[in-house]
Structure formats: structure tokens, C-alpha cells
């Protein structure tokens, strides 16, 4: 309004005030105008509306009438002329869907009205009018009449195609148009009530409008009215007020010079007087009282480096009138200069020549010196940027690039001379390495979310050559001092050495490195795939399990450079004889596995049979060593019944494990009823199970007690420690249920670590809650794989240093067989534990057959006499002579002997007689957990 009201020409007699008073009358006039428009608007809609309806309902009556005239005459032109008509309620159906949805688009609307032959000048106003009034009740009918009345369109629409195809297929007999002409005439008396009806309420809804426009425009009017009243007596009080504001703003200024922060200065230069401000004394250090002097005396204040520049820039804004605005050094009454910034404006006689120049200055030397810093600042950044190994792209906020630091010129291409003012898109051209589309989504988030964003794969960035390069990316907003977004910062560098490099780590991750072929772990995968075909898709498949004969012998002869060999050639011959599509892995040493998608059996057991002939006629030769090599092959067929990973593997497993039981080189097929296999799969569930309880620690430590046969005194501590194992349940299970298989499958060395590990722990346990307690001796049973392992012997001395027990209170049982498998181990290991104090016991002794033989070299302490021959030395006069025997031999190596298996007193007395120096057995004492209370004179806590 204040805009308008210098417009008011100047002939007219206080125009302004007289505008001041009746703006608010024209205000209404304007509303009220609008308003009358829009109404205007609404019912030239809702004339179309109307319009529209004639147009639909024609178009309908027509569509019919040419439809059932082309079912009759068969004439492609009646066809046409159905189709064109049909095209009008078609395309308002079009209009209203689009119109119904939460985000419209608003073209495909307006060509559906098109199509409707709605007039072009209509299409805003029917548009508006549907979106704005869908939802208002009579709006709301008329809409659900027209969607009634499209569904008969669409009925409409299909019978036409049907008759059209009966009719091009050359099929349309009178009795097979007859029932779509019946249905014609159907939809013709159900559509002609709906349209009548439409047009019906479309009429209402019209008349509805145009009441509630004419009650909007008076209610509008009464209200306008007294508000322009208002308004007015508002208006022209501030105009009698304005000229009051004008005399007090005079009086402002004049205090604004006065108290302003800028000191105030005016040059006449007629007269040669300056006024300067008492701000303009302060800013220089003077007091209020003070004065500056001439204008010769306040130029010689100008630090030397400056009198030239603002003579020039004064001597320009005199005589050519350009801006006098110059940033200047003056003189402190500190004696230091200080930045100041002048700004002033001349006034001028007629001709041009300046007699007047008033202005300000203002103090910057703060701004100076933040600028100076904000430079410094740049710079050190800008090096940086210059130094980093990432690449660097700053935009402005409508993405236009501003700077390329040198390695962003590197890896895009481009100068960042070049780049600068160039959209980004141009310059850092990035694409999906998926989709190879372009992939700008990051950096658009940034500039619309102002978030910082990441992404650090899938990005190729084309260089300006043509090239491209893996990238990775990270765009954060650049904001301005009120927190806006300014620009973009993009970072982002080549990552195809990593990409490579990862790329490598996969394929090595599933692939065997010496053969090339696929691992266990990617075999297991793709088995486990087949498996699940097998069941969603009725396929048959096998599983064949190679293991190779004779290959520990090439690996122990000739070295692992044969055996790598070895596995190389015999990989590529398998690979040879195998069908396309069959897939071999190998499965870790010296086995393979095969899985055949889609065999039968009886093809399966051919093949198996193929591949072991192929390795059993491959000849190997080493540095002039021929070596024959067989193979093993366990064969499982796959069928449509359930079936997991683990029990496929294993069944493979145990068949493959059959064929070497049976004489090797040959081909074993797994049966579900075939006993020797499931004795072979007990054993490999005991694995599992075993594995299972060490994780949980479900393994538990019994003691039983041996006595001596030769003391009087109170017996003393000496027990032999046995391993018991908790099953799911937590019942006990015996050593003789899980121990073959633990010794079959290697897992004997982690019982025995357990073994002594949980065996020094206790000991150091109980021995400091009872130190008074009467310990001899606990025996800890070891596996022969153990006594062959050059590493437990360390693992035993770290045991014993961190449980800090005696090596003297244990001695360590081996069986005889596993000390003559290892002897040279077995004698290594037990003189180096002898010689820290531990004792060593022979178990089983007797049971081979030249015990005697090999007694002489091991360094033991005790002879366990095996417990066969004890518990019927009673009635075998022969067992009783070989305790005998054993007893004297073992006394006259200076050992003493211990007798297992003694289950009765009359067992006992007669080992007393033979002199044997040890029992033990249920009929000495049973096992109880070790250090508990139910065993007496054991290593336990003190009762007291």
C-alpha cells in the first residue's frame, strides 16, 4: 500500500491522505471482486461438470448403438465409430482415477478429460473443482455415480473387444454374438437410470454450490464492511500521526550523530571548517574537549602507505563522482595505527564542483585483523587440501564446483581452473557399477537434508578420458554462519586396489589355492542348495566322498612338493572325467568331494567307478619314484526325503570310510539299513556330541583311589583320575562310550589338555582350602597322539608354572600300545617330565606281546598290570603266572607293579602273597568326583 501510495499523481490535493483513508473501502471492493471471481470460476466448472455428463452419456448411448450395429453388420466402420465414441467416458474414467489418488498427476488427467472432449478452457476449473470439493457430500455422490457408471463403461469396453475378436477370427455365428448383444441391451437399461440419476445430483450438487457462494459473498461483504470502518479510523489517526513521527525524527538524527558508534565528520570546503563528531575524537583517542585540528592536521595522521591511495580515491569521487568508500590507517594518540574504514558523499553547485563532503568512519581493525587471520586460515586449509591423499571437491549451494584439490584433479581429469563454475554432475561424473546408472543421490541428499553421506561401494567415476576408477564417496554440507546450506565438500578416492584385492580375498575364500577348485566351505554351500532342490523340486542327486589311498606315503617319501603335485594332477585328472555341470571341491588333504545334480544312482556308481579306475591306472613318478595311487569312494544318493548337511556329509563319510575298512580302491554305497555304516556314523555323532560338551563344559573329573598292599600305616592319597562325560540331560556317561571315537577322530589331544588343565586347577584349588591333606600321588591318563605331540610338553609345564602345583604329586599313565606306536617320543617325553619330578605309570601292561621286550627302554615308575589277566587270576592258573610273571620283572627294573581290575577281598589277598604293590578296583574303592566328600582320605576340604 505504501508502494501504491507513491503513485498517487501529485495534481490531485492531498491524494495521499485521501488514499491513507479509503484503502481499506477498496480492500472489500478487491475481496469482494476475488471472490465474485472464484465464484464465477466454481460454477463455470460446474457447468462443465454438467456439460461433460451430456457428452458421457451420449458418448455411452452411442457406443452401444454402433456396437450392436457392428455385431449386426459386421462392418469395420461401425467398429471405428464404436471405438471413438467409447473413447469419451474412457477417458473421463481416466481423468477421475488419476484425480482419486493422494499425489494426482495432473497431465495425465487433463489428457483424460481431453479425450472426454472436456473444452481445453475447462480444464483448470474441473481439475480444481474435483480436488478441492471431492470430499463435500454432494461431490462425494456424483463421484461414486461416475464410478458406477465407468464399471459399465468397462463392461462396455471388453464386450466390444470380445465381438471384435469373434468377428476378426471369423467365428461370429448369430448364436455366439447373441448372448454379448443381450448383454449390450442389458448395460443400455442399466447405464440409462445411472445417467439420469448423475445428472440428477450433478444438478443438486450445482445448485448447492451456487446457494453457498452467494452465502459466502454477503457473509463476506457484512463482514468486510465494518472491518473497512475500522480500519480506516486506524488509518487516519496514524496519518495525523505521521507528521508528529516526522519532527521527532529530525530530533533522532541529530541524536544519532551524536551517539553513534561511526565518528561523524563534514568538510565545507568554501570555507575550509570541519566538523567532527565526539565519536569521531573518541575512535582517535582524543578526549571530548579535544580537537583534531585542520584537515591538514587529520591527513598527516594517514600511515605513509595510505596517503596516496585515499588522495586518489578522494580526488576520483570530486571530480568524476565516484563512490568515496576507502579502508585507511590513522594515527592513535597510542602512538599505533589503527584500521579505519571513510565513506563519504559530496554535495554540488549547478556546474559540478563539489563544495561539500560529509561522511563517517567507522573503526575495522578488529574486522582487519579476523580477515587477516580468517587468511591465514584459507591458507594452512588449502595446503592441506593441496597435501591429502584424498581427492577434494567444494560446490557452491546450487552445486556449481568451486575448487578441485590436486589429487581430485588427478583422478577426475580436470583443472580445477577448468572445473570451477562447471556443474558437478559434469566434472564428477559417478555411475552404479551395478545398474551403470548415474548415482548423484548422495550428494542431492546433502543439498536437500543438509546430512553428511557415505558410500563406499558400488561407485565408478568416469574420468574426463573416458576412463574409470572404483571409488568411494563421502559429500557434507558446507554451512554459512546461520547454519544454511552454502555448498557441498565431496571426498572421495580410488579404491581399485581394494576393490581387486577384496575381489581376490572372495575367490581365495572359496577356492582351494593349490588345485583351484572349490573349498569345503563352498562346497557345503552348494550341497546345501542341491538339498533344498531335491525337496521343492522332486530332483535326485549324489553325493560322492573321495578319499585318496597311498598319498601319506608320497607326502612322507618324496616330501610336500610331491604331494602338492600329486594333488594337482590328480585334481585335473577327476576334473577331466567329470560331466559339465558336476561339481568337484576339495574337501581339505587328501580328499575330494563330487555332487552330481540330477543322477540317478546307478549312473552315480559308474562314474565313482570311472574316477577310482582313472586314479588307480594314473602313474606317478617323483625324481625317477613311480608311485600307484587308489582312491576310496563313498557313494549317497539324494532323493526327494529331508535330508540336512551334516547328515549328508556324514553318511558320505561313513561310506567312504567303509570302502577303506574293506580293502581300499574300491566303491562303497551308502544304504540306511546298512549296519556297518551306522556303526561308523555312532561314532561320528560321538564327535559332534563330544565337541558339544567341551563348548559347554559338560566334562567331568572322577577320582579312584589306589591302595597300597604293603603298608600297615593309614592308607595316603594316591588315586588315579578317569574322565566321565555329562550328557544333554546331565547322566554320566562312561569313557568306553565316547573314547573310540575321540580316539578315531583326533580330538583325543583337547581331552587331554582338558584333562590336565581341570587336573592342576583342582589340585591347586583344594590343596589351599586344605593344605594339611595327605597327597601322594594322582594319576592323569594320556593318549599315545598326545605323547606324539611336540607341543604338549610345553602345554603341560605352562599348566603346572600358572596352577603352581607340584610336578611331584602327579604321575602320568600311558597305555603300552601308545608307548611302543611313539617309542622315541614316548621315551623323550617322559625323561623330560621325570626330570621335573613328575612319575610315569605303563597301562595295560601285559596285553602285547613283547611288553618285556620294549619294558627295558621306556623310564617308567609303575607297571599297571592289565586287569584281563587279574580279575580271573583266581581260576586261570595262567593269568595268575603272568601277574606273577609281571610282578617279579617289574621289581627286579626297580618298578613298582599296580594290580587293576580287583573286584573281590580274596583277588586282594592273593596279590598280597604275589608281592604286587598297588590295587585297584571296585573292590578297593569307587570312582566318586574328584575332591568331593564322599571320597575318604582323598585331596578335599577339611572338615573342621
Not at 457473509?219 to 496514524?238: C, E, F, H, N, Q
Request: hydrophobic share 40%; proline share 3%.
Amino acid at each position: 500500500m505504501t508502494r501504491f501510495v507513491r503513485w498517487i499523481p501529485p495534481l490531485i490535493p492531498g491524494g495521499k491522505r485521501l488514499l491513507t483513508i479509503v484503502w481499506p473501502f477498496l480492500a472489500i471492493v478487491v475481496f469482494l471482486v476475488l471472490l465474485a471471481l472464484i465464484s464465477i470460476d466454481i460454477l463455470s466448472a460446474g457447468r462443465a461438470y454438467v456439460g461433460g455428463e451430456g457428452l458421457w452419456s451420449k458418448a455411452q448411448k452411442d457406443s452401444i448403438y454402433y456396437l450392436i450395429r457392428y455385431a449386426a453388420s459386421k462392418s469395420e466402420e461401425d467398429y471405428l465409430k464404436f471405438r471413438r465414441a467409447i473413447a469419451v467416458p474412457l477417458g473421463d474414467r481416466q481423468a477421475r482415477i488419476e484425480l482419486e489418488k493422494r499425489s494426482p498427476n495432473l497431465e495425465i488427467a487433463r489428457e483424460g478429460l481431453l479425450s472426454g472432449r472436456t473444452h481445453p478452457d475447462d480444464l483448470p476449473g474441473v481439475i480444481r473443482l474435483f480436488l478441492t470439493m471431492r470430499d463435500v457430500s454432494y461431490m462425494q455422490r456424483v463421484v461414486a455415480l461416475w464410478t458406477r457408471g465407468d464399471e459399465y463403461v468397462v463392461e462396455l469396453n471388453r464386450l466390444g473387444d470380445r465381438i471384435h475378436g469373434l468377428i476378426s477370427a471369423g467365428d461370429a455365428s448369430a448364436a455366439s454374438l447373441k448372448p454379448h448383444v443381450r448383454r449390450l441391451h442389458e448395460l443400455n437399461e442399466l447405464i440409462t437410470p445411472l445417467s439420469d440419476e448423475f445428472s440428477y445430483t450433478l444438478g443438486e450438487a450445482n445448485r448447492a454450490l451456487r446457494t453457498g457462494l452467494l452465502v459466502i459473498i454477503l457473509a463476506g461483504a457484512m463482514i468486510m464492511v465494518p472491518a473497512g470502518i475500522t480500519l480506516s479510523r486506524r488509518m487516519l489517526k496514524r496519518s495525523e500521526a505521521f507528521e508528529s513521527a516526522l519532527r521527532q525524527s529530525e530530533e533522532r538524527f541529530k541524536l544519532a550523530v551524536s551517539g553513534t558508534n561511526d565518528g561523524v565528520w563534514d568538510w565545507d570546503m568554501l570555507t575550509d571548517k570541519v566538523y567532527y563528531s565526539p565519536r569521531f575524537r573518541q575512535l582517535l583517542g582524543f578526549e571530548r574537549e579535544e580537537t583534531v585540528g585542520s584537515i591538514t592536521e587529520f591527513v598527516s595522521r594517514l600511515h605513509p602507505e595510505d596517503q596516496a591511495h585515499t588522495q586518489g580515491v578522494l580526488q576520483s569521487h570530486l571530480r568524476h563522482g565516484r563512490p568515496f568508500d576507502v579502508e585507511l590507517r590513522l594515527l592513535h594518540t597510542t602512538e599505533e595505527y589503527r584500521w579505519f574504514r571513510a565513506r563519504g558523499q559530496s554535495v554540488r553547485k549547478a556546474d559540478g564542483r563539489a563544495i561539500r563532503i560529509a561522511g563517517a568512519i567507522s573503526d575495522i581493525t578488529d574486522k582487519k585483523l579476523a580477515d587477516a587471520q580468517l587468511f591465514a586460515e584459507k591458507e594452512r586449509a588449502q595446503v592441506t587440501l593441496a597435501s591429502i591423499g584424498d581427492a577434494v571437491i567444494t560446490t557452491d549451494s546450487t552445486g556449481q564446483v568451486d575448487y578441485l584439490n590436486p589429487m581430485a584433479e588427478v583422478l577426475s581429469g580436470w583443472q580445477s581452473v577448468e572445473a570451477k563454475g562447471q556443474p558437478l554432475e559434469t566434472v564428477f561424473r559417478v555411475i552404479n557399477e551395478t545398474t551403470r546408472e548415474a548415482a548423484f543421490d548422495s550428494i542431492e541428499t546433502v543439498l536437500r537434508t543438509g546430512r553428511t553421506v557415505t558410500t563406499s561401494s558400488n561407485s565408478v567415476l568416469t574420468r574426463r578420458d573416458g576412463t574409470e576408477i572404483s571409488i568411494s564417496k563421502s559429500a557434507a554440507p558446507i554451512r554459512d554462519r546461520h547454519g544454511q546450506v552454502a555448498g557441498i565438500v565431496l571426498v572421495f578416492h580410488d579404491v581399485s586396489h581394494e576393490r581387486q584385492y577384496a575381489a581376490r580375498l572372495s575367490y581365495q575364500a572359496s577356492h582351494d589355492a593349490l588345485t583351484g577348485l572349490i573349498n569345503r566351505h563352498e562346497f557345503e554351500h552348494r550341497l546345501s542348495m542341491a538339498l533344498k532342490s531335491a525337496v521343492q523340486f522332486h530332483r535326485n542327486h549324489c553325493l560322492l566322498y573321495i578319499d585318496l589311498d597311498q598319498f601319506k606315503l608320497v607326502n612322507d617319501t618324496c616330501g610336500h612338493a610331491a604331494g602338492d603335485d600329486l594333488m594337482r594332477r590328480v585334481s585335473a585328472l577327476l576334473r577331466e572325467r567329470l560331466r559339465e555341470g558336476d561339481l568337484l571341491a576339495r574337501l581339505g588333504g587328501d580328499e575330494f568331494g563330487v555332487l552330481l545334480e540330477s543322477c540317478p544312482l546307478e549312473h552315480a556308481i559308474r562314474i565313482a567307478n570311472d574316477l577310482r579306475q582313472s586314479i588307480k591306472d594314473f602313474r606317478f613318478s617323483w625324481m625317477a619314484m613311480p608311485f600307484t595311487v587308489g582312491a576310496s569312494i563313498g557313494v549317497v544318493a539324494i532323493a526327494e526325503g529331508a535330508i540336512s548337511l551334516e547328515e549328508a556329509l556324514r553318511a558320505a563319510d561313513a561310506a567312504c570310510y567303509m570302502a577303506k575298512e574293506k580293502g581300499r580302491n574300491r566303491v562303497h554305497v551308502y544304504r540306511s539299513d546298512d549296519s556297518e555304516v551306522s556303526t561308523r556314523q555312532g561314532e561320528m555323532e560321538w564327535v559332534a556330541r563330544i565337541q558339544r560338551a567341551l563348548d559347554e563344559g559338560r566334562f567331568r573329573l572322577f577320582a579312584q583311589e589306589i591302595v597300597s598292599l604293603r603298608r600297615v600305616s593309614p592308607r595316603t592319597t594316591h588315586c588315579e583320575l578317569l574322565l566321565r562325560m555329562l550328557d544333554e540331560r546331565g547322566e554320566i556317561i562312561l569313557p568306553g562310550a565316547f573314547i573310540p571315537a575321540a580316539e578315531r577322530y583326533g580330538l583325543m589331544p583337547a581331552l587331554d589338555r582338558w584333562v590336565v588343565r581341570t587336573a592342576f586347577e583342582t589340585y591347586s584349588r583344594l590343596s589351599a582350602e586344605n593344605p594339611k591333606a595327605p597327597v601322594e600321588t594322582c594319576s592323569v591318563n594320556l593318549s599315545g597322539t598326545s605323547i606324539g605331540d611336540e607341543t604338549f610338553l610345553s602345554f603341560v609345564q605352562t599348566e603346572a608354572a600358572v596352577a603352581r602345583v607340584p610336578y611331584s604329586a602327579f604321575c602320568f599313565e600311558v597305555t603300552e600300545t601308545a608307548a611302543v606306536a611313539n617309542l622315541s617320543k614316548a621315551v623323550h617325553f617322559i625323561s623330560q617330565l621325570r626330570a621335573l619330578g613328575c612319575k610315569f605309570s605303563l597301562d595295560d601292561f601285559g596285553a602285547g606281546m613283547s611288553s618285556f621286550g620294549y619294558l627295558k627302554h621306556l623310564p617308567v615308575d609303575y607297571l599297571k598290570i592289565d586287569g584281563g589277566f587279574v580279575k580271573d587270576m583266581l581260576d586261570d592258573p595262567i593269568d595268575r603266572a603272568m601277574v606273577e610273571a609281571i610282578n617279579d620283572i617289574g621289581h627286579v627294573m626297580g618298578k613298582k607293579t599296580i594290580a587293576e581290575f580287583v573286584e573281590n577281598e580274596q583277588t586282594l589277598e592273593a596279590l598280597r602273597q604275589i608281592g604286587v604293590d598297588y590295587a585297584q578296583g571296585y573292590g578297593v574303592a569307587k570312582p566318586a568326583p574328584f575332591g568331593s566328600r564322599d571320597m575318604p582320605l582323598l585331596l578335599r576340604p577339611s572338615e573342621s
